[in-house]
């Protein structure tokens, strides 16, 4: 979709989209809304019940149903099927969710939800890139040499994003959208 701009990578904010959808007349609209919004990078939408015993099947078909009109291929998540008393077991949702890869240090010391390459970050001006070297009231953090920075981004950063790819392409082998 051409908007007439580009909105910077460092500006868009990752959602999950949790849903009834086959419910209300108002969530197919606001997944539409969020899948055409610029600003927003759907990583998932996982289907829920709403009450009703196959609610959450039709919550996943309609999901389907939205994407398959759109043409777009994003993940989807079948939810539990009914209340935790009624479905005790993990849901394909709940697992996305708890499965969700844990950063294992401060942001503060290497921000995963950088790019790695500084040149793409704009906040790298003000000491906020991958490695950060300046808090948010711009006061210094630390100084870095290359050298540590690098060492940081390779024990940290790099191990993190490939397991977030192997982790998401496991989960669409597993779980098709």
Known sequence: MNIGFDIPEYKK???????????????????????????????????????????????????????????????????????????????????????????????????PERFRDDSEVIMTSVGMGAVYTACSDSKELRTITASHKEEILTRYYDPYHKELEDTVENKIKTYGK
């Open 13 to 111: 904010i990752r959602v999950i989209i949790d849903t009834d959808e086959a419910c209300e007349a108002d969530d197919p609209f606001a997944i539409v809304q969020a899948l055409l919004s610029p600003n927003l990078i759907v990583k998932g939408i996982l289907a829920e019940h709403f009450g009703v015993s196959g609610s959450m099947m039709e919550s996943f078909n309609e999901v389907l149903t939205i994407l398959d009109t759109m043409e777009m291929d994003v993940p989807v998540f079948k939810g539990q099927i009914g209340t935790l008393e009624v479905d005790g077991n993990l849901s394909e949702a709940a697992d996305f969710i708890v499965n969700m890869i844990r950063f294992p240090i401060s942001r503060l010391v290497c921000d």
